[in-house]
């Protein structure tokens, strides 16, 4: 499989992604990430009208392999959460960058400290 990282994108070096939209953040985990954790099993995401803080825990996501935190690159209030991934996790792995979003959020604290795409490749493969 051919891990891709798109340019519109920014990620955290534990492997979530963010896609700004104006004061809207959607976020989810990279297409390394899906192939490290293996099958995903279990997704634990907060409830709409939560808030996130960054660097903190906002849920957990199992795989066969292991169990990982989920971790907020910026800190505002939960507008939507992806049932679909809570129903079935599988599609995450499917289509991580689109129809495996996890949460959107209302930005409140801008994100510092992002990868572009290029930076985020060069640190997981290595280069």
């Known amino acids: 499989m051919t891990l891709t ?13 963010l896609r700004l939209e104006g ?27 939560d808030a996130l803080e960054p660097g903190e ?4 996501i199992e795989s066969v392999k292991a169990v990982e935190d989920l971790y907020a690159p910026l800190g505002g209030t939960v507008i939507a959460v992806n049932q679909a991934v809570i129903d079935n996790p599988e599609q995450i792995a499917a289509d991580p960058y689109g129809e495996g979003w996890l949460v959107k959020v ?3 604290t801008l994100p510092t400290g ?13 280069s």
């Open 5 to 17: 990282y798109p340019e519109d994108l920014q990620y955290l070096d534990s492997h979530e992604y």
């Open 23 to 49: 004061d809207t953040a959607t976020l989810g985990i990279s297409a390394f990430a899906v192939d490290q954790l293996g099958d995903i099993v279990f997704v634990e995401l907060p409830a709409v009208g």
């Open 57 to 60: 825990r906002f849920g957990t």
């Open 106 to 108: 209302q930005v409140s």
């Open 114 to 126: 992002l990868l572009s795409a290029a930076d985020y490749r060069a640190l997981v493969e290595g």
